[in-house]
């Protein structure tokens, strides 16, 4: 039997290999998408770990995806480092920024949480307003990026940005596949299901919930800092509330805890303005009206999803694949496998008051 | 110190819009011990159907009129459509239906009025009123705001106070339990109470709009001030959510008067850390910390 | 006897039967297969050891606890399944172990949440001043702080309180899950005087759990013994009283 390890490598490698491929054969546009979705493969996994597995809510991950673009168009501006080192950086300064919020956060709950989360979302783009200068206002920064001269003149951009981007997505799957296995991933469910008996059991609970803001901010930094070079732009206008919102939405709709719900979610938002628009516009219905109808389907299913359905889409299809005999993986609290982490359907209610012995 | 006046004036109006939806979220807070994320949403919304029912009828006090009962009846229709079936669910799936609504209400607006900024008429008129040849810096308009949250919160105090129905309420958000074992429907208690959210909700919507311009997104800052100010004066404190949205507004006020309107949305990010660090469970409140 | 105290419907004697409940939290089944029947101006004191189903009992008469089978009939109507305010309304009062006064409210306020389970839309004013008129004659000291909150009174005050508020609903059947429960013995028995005066005065049929047997029983009419949710024995309270081998075994003295 393998060990899951190679299982979680060998997914990844499959997954290489058809971004290759698609990346081949599509055109510039696709391939603008997948980088794009890769992008929030990375940001909308880092949530749902945050979310689904040490069960804190944050409103405000589209602030440390700024955090990590601004950071990448400053160093590339100001310091032309290569590319790979400013990637680091904009991961770590994320990653401190998570820290503070983690911090500060530790000894929040549930809608306190959220809140505070929420206005880190809706105040941290201010920043760029307050220092001009520095962070260009409101129209933003330009960001400079050259592809690698060893690729060669004809090596179209659009396909080197998916290529990285689907890198780093893959990359930052897998360690967080091995994190949500280890001893650490474990800490997490047990401080989500139950702090205080977390807390009996020896475990350093505020340490943990750190961590995962810790995690969780350095996977939406990097995938700024990838957002930043595919879109040439850094622009307070892109990393308002609604982008904290949409990932949200994403995590939810693909599945919270789970890291295919990742890449489940990633591809609705990114796919489905672009089609709804398209049929909408095909229709008659003006701009507006069609971006604004994707924006009210998710509502709904996010409504929908909570009510009726809470494990997203993964969860649909582990149900598929159990249906079919396929697959024997359950969602269950132990999980040690990572594609089957507890989703918020299985996130127990707060505890109701003890009913008397007698 | 004419400047500090003035910022003080205009904080107090703004801060009655702030203190509007503090107190639709506590009282929701005390009956199902949710925040409704999506109140602002909810507000925006009926400000739109004010907007539509000016225009049509050329009457504005028609408009505000029918947005208060808009504002009514779309809390009601909330708590029961989509908040109810969730109640003795994790609290992390009630949280995400009420952002579930709060995106919806907004696509909804967009697809519906368009996402133009659209303004908003103002009930009194908005120049500036002089004590001699000071400038106050607030208007008639102004006056209004204060005048209107404030009657608006006395007349529930009021009603919870003498009335049986606030009776209800108010045993209703003490001890569910007993509550319900002298016979009080509590189901349909906490649906009321959604329902003067709604209202308090559409009334910060009608008076902050002509400031702000309508749009989809146009109360977002201010639900997340509100937020703030709630959780100053404590979740659980209609008197603290008053007196919190004063403080915050006052405070707003002269952050963005002496240092810049951008810095606003970082003031009261600051605020709110602090208070949450500090005091957790907000200044006027007496209830315990929310730890577990 | 029943009087028709000033101000509210009268209702008529009250029977209360449970025939075969089964109930409990979860995996756990606090009772099993419980028959009890009670009716009339009495008083029927429900005794056992911790854990026995005591409170489990009166929580699904109350409907608080729902049921899994069995019936609950409310003179000949089964009424297993209503929610606790629907039971209210139905005419069961349940004063629960530990919780009956909502501190924030003033007394007077706690008293008028006994008419919440009135029938009828709006009752009348006079109707309302009457029954907390008729209340405070009762026990003078809740008219002394009928203003004040009731977090402010006494433990024994307290109950004297949370058994008013029940009476103001004119309950047909009492539910008082341990009344004396943390209260000095002189103000236990007062508080037990009282239980009897109003049984006999109001025709209310009074279910009692008292962890303090010997004192149930001495006030009681009839007595059933619980044990790991079963009944084990049911009687009227002087034939359990005398019974040394019962009492040691299941009561404790």
Known sequence: MRSPLLRILGVALLGAVIVVLLSIKLNAFRDYQIAEIAVYVIAIAGLTVLTGLSGQISLGNGAFMAIGAYTTALLLAHLGWPFVAVLVVAGIVSAATGAIVGVAAARLHGPYLAGVTLMLGVALPFLAFVYPSTLGGDQGLNVVYTQPAFLGVNFPLTRWQAWISSAVALVVLVLLANLGRSRVGRNWRAVRDDEVAAALAGINVAQARVLAFVVSAACAGLAGALLAIITALVAPGAFTITLSIALLTGAVIGGLGTLFGAIWGSLVIVLVPVYATDVATSHGLSTTVASNIPVAAYGVVLILVMLIFPQGIQGGVLWLLRLLGISAARPSHEASTPDAMPSAGETPARPHEKEGTQ | MVEFLQFTLSGISFGMIYAAIALSLVLIWRGTRLVNFAQGAMAMFTTYIAIEVIYHTGSYWTGFVVALAAGIVLGAAAELAVIKPALGKPELNAVIITIGLLVLLEGLAGIFYGGQYRSFPAAFSVTGLHVGSTALGVSRFDVFVAAAVLVTTLLLAVGFRYTTAGLRMRAAAFNATVARLSGIRVARVITVGWALAGLLGALAGLLVSPSTFLYPNSMDTIFVFGFTAAVIGGLDSPLGAVIGGLLLGVALSYAGGYLGSQVTALVALGILVVVLMLRPAGIFSGAQVRRV | ?253
């Open chain 3, 1 to 253: 006897m029943v009087s028709s105290p000033a101000g509210a419907p009268a209702r008529g004697a009250a029977s209360l039967a449970v025939e075969d409940l089964v109930a409990g939290y979860g995996e756990v089944r606090a009772l099993n297969d419980v028959t009890i029947t009670a009716s009339g101006a009495s008083i029927t004191a429900v005794l056992g050891a911790n854990g026995a189903g005591k409170t489990t009992l009166l929580r699904a008469i109350s409907g608080m606890v729902r049921p899994r089978s069995g019936r609950i009939l409310l003179d000949g109507a089964n009424r297993a399944g209503l929610s606790p305010e629907d039971m209210a309304r139905a005419g069961v009062a349940h004063v629960p172990e530990g919780q009956g006064v909502i501190p924030e409210l003033t007394v007077e306020e706690n008293l008028r949440l006994g008419m919440m389970a009135w029938p009828g839309m709006a009752p009348r004013r006079t109707d309302r001043s009457a029954a907390l008129a008729e209340a405070y004659e009762r026990f003078g000291v809740l008219a002394d702080r009928r203003r004040k909150p009731a977090g402010t009174l006494s433990g024994g005050e307290r109950q004297m309180l949370v058994i008013a508020r029940a009476l103001i609903a004119r309950p047909r059947v009492l539910l008082l899950d341990e009344p004396s429960l943390g209260l000095a013995p002189k103000i236990m028995r007062q508080v037990m005087d009282t239980v009897v005066r109003l049984s006999k005065e109001s025709g209310i049929t009074v279910v009692l759990v008292e962890q303090n047997a010997r004192a149930a029983l001495a006030i009681a009419d009839h007595g059933v013994v619980l044990n790991l949710g079963r009944v084990v024995a049911a009687a009227d309270a002087r034939t359990l009283a005398a019974d040394v081998a019962l009492r040691h075994h299941y009561l404790g003295f």
